[in-house]
C-alpha cells in the first residue's frame, strides 16, 4: 500500500489502549502525527517515531494521524496502526 484511500480507526479510548485515526493526505506533505497522551514527557517522542516508522515500513509517505493514548504498550500501538491500514486501504 503506498497510498491511503480514505479515513479509518481502530482501538478505543479504554485503560491501556490507543485510538489511532488515519486520514490520506495531500501529496508531499509527509506524516503528521498528533499525539494525546498522560505520558507525553516520558514517552511521547517514541510513541510518535513508532507510529511514523510503521506507516513508512508499509509504504505511507504522507497521512494525518491522529492518536489518542491510554497507556498502550507498543505491541498494541502496532496493531491498531497497522489495522487502521487496512481499513483505510479496502
Known amino acids: 500500500m503506498s497510498k ?3 479515513s479509518a480507526q481502530a482501538g478505543t ?6 485510538l ?8 508531499g506533505t509527509g506524516i503528521k502525527v498528533e499525539l494525546v497522551t498522560p505520558t507525553m514527557q516520558q514517552y511521547g517522542k517514541q510513541m510518535k517515531n513508532l507510529i511514523t516508522k510503521i506507516l513508512v515500513d508499509h509504504g505511507i ?3 494525518q494521524v491522529n492518536a489518542n493514548d491510554r497507556g498502550a504498550l507498543d505491541c498494541t500501538i502496532t496493531a491498531r496502526v497497522i489495522t487502521a ?6
Open 85 to 90: 491500514l487496512e481499513r483505510a486501504g479496502e
Open 13 to 18: 479510548v479504554e485503560s491501556s489502549d490507543i
Open 61 to 63: 509517505s504522507d497521512a
Open 20 to 27: 489511532i485515526i488515519l486520514a490520506p493526505a495531500e501529496a
Open 4 to 6: 491511503l484511500l480514505k
